[in-house]
C-alpha cells in the first residue's frame, strides 16, 4: 500500500496510548446520552423500551424546565386575558341594556310630546267642525274632518313601559310598542290636518262661486239702472258705467281663489248704483 493513499481505519489508541499489534485491544468511543442513560438503566434492570420512554421524558422535562419562567408568564397572560375578556363581556352587556333603556325612555317621551301635539290638533280643528255641508262645494270633506276629529279624541292604552329591572329583550319590546303607538298617533295628526284643509279649500271653492255669482247678479243690476233711472248727474252715471266695466271684467276673467276680491267690486258697483239713483228725476 502506498504512503499516500487513505487508510482504511484510522487510528484508534488504546488505553495505554500503545499502538502495539498484539493482544486484544479495547476501543474507547464517546457515550451519546442515550447509551449513558440506556447503561444507568441496565445497572437499575429497565427495558430497552423503557429506556426510551425515560430518554424522551428527560427531554421533554429538560424543555419545560428550561422554559419554566417563559411559561409561567404564558399562563398568567392567558389568565390575565381570559378575565379581561370576561369584564368586557360582562360591561358590554351592561352598556347594552342602558342603552336599550335609554331609547326606551326617550320614545316615551316622544310619545307623550305627540299626544299633546294630537290634543292640540283637535281642539285648532274647533272652528271648521262648525262648518255645515250647505257651506262647501264637496259635502264629503266635512264627514271626513268629523270622523278623523273623532279617531283622534278615541284614547287607547299602551301594554308597555320601560323598566330599569327588566330584561333587555322586555325593554325592547316596549320600546317597539311604544314606538308604533307614536306612529299611530302622527297618523291620526296628519288625518286631521288634512281633512282640515280639504273643508277649508272645499268652502273657499263654494265662497269664491257665490262671490262671482253675485258679482254677475250686481252687474246686471246696474245695466238695468244705467238703462232706465233718468239723471241730470253726469258723474254718477259715468261713475256707474266705469264700476259696471270693471265687474264684467272681473266676473268673467279673473281666476283669483279669493272670494274677498269679487265682494269689494261687488260692493264698489252697489254704491255706484245707489248713487245714480239718489240722483234719479222724478217720472
Not at 274632518?145 to 319590546?173: F, P, R, Y
Not at 274677498?260 to 260692493?267: A, D, G, V
Not at 258697483?269 to 245714480?276: C, P, S, V
Amino acid at each position: 500500500m502506498a504512503e499516500n493513499e487513505f487508510r482504511e481505519w484510522p487510528e484508534v489508541r488504546t488505553p495505554n496510548g500503545t499502538h502495539g499489534a498484539s493482544g486484544s485491544r479495547t476501543y474507547d468511543f464517546p457515550l451519546t446520552d442515550e447509551d449513558r442513560l440506556a447503561g444507568e438503566g441496565v445497572s437499575r434492570g429497565l427495558s430497552i423500551g423503557s429506556i426510551e420512554g425515560t430518554v424522551e421524558e428527560a427531554a421533554q422535562r429538560g424543555f419545560v424546565y428550561r422554559h419554566r419562567r417563559e411559561l409561567v408568564g404564558i399562563v398568567a397572560v392567558v389568565a390575565v386575558v381570559a378575565v379581561v375578556t370576561s369584564v368586557a363581556w360582562g360591561f358590554r352587556q351592561h352598556v347594552d341594556s342602558q342603552e336599550v333603556l335609554s331609547s326606551c325612555q326617550q320614545s316615551v317621551s316622544i310619545y307623550q310630546a305627540n299626544t299633546e301635539r294630537l290634543k292640540k290638533t283637535v281642539d285648532g280643528a274647533a272652528d271648521d267642525l262648525q262648518i255645515a255641508e250647505s257651506q262647501v262645494q264637496d259635502p264629503k270633506t266635512v264627514t271626513a274632518l268629523h270622523a278623523a276629529v273623532d279617531a283622534g279624541n278615541d284614547k287607547t292604552k299602551i301594554d308597555a313601559s320601560c323598566d330599569a329591572s327588566a330584561s333587555v329583550e322586555d325593554n325592547q319590546s316596549s320600546d317597539e310598542k311604544i314606538t308604533e303607538a307614536t306612529r299611530r298617533l302622527g297618523d291620526k295628526v296628519e288625518a286631521i290636518l288634512s281633512a282640515k284643509a280639504a273643508v277649508e279649500r272645499s268652502k273657499n271653492a263654494r265662497d269664491v262661486s257665490v262671490a262671482k255669482a253675485d258679482l254677475v247678479n250686481k252687474v246686471n243690476e246696474g245695466q238695468s239702472v244705467l238703462g232706465t233711472v233718468k239723471s241730470n248727474d253726469l258723474n254718477a252715471r259715468q261713475n256707474l258705467s266705469a264700476a259696471l266695466n270693471d265687474s264684467q271684467q272681473m266676473a268673467i276673467m279673473s281666476s283669483s281663489a279669493d272670494p274677498n276680491e269679487y265682494l269689494k267690486q261687488t260692493s264698489k258697483l252697489q254704491n255706484a248704483i245707489d248713487k245714480l239713483n239718489a240722483t234719479a228725476i222724478a217720472q
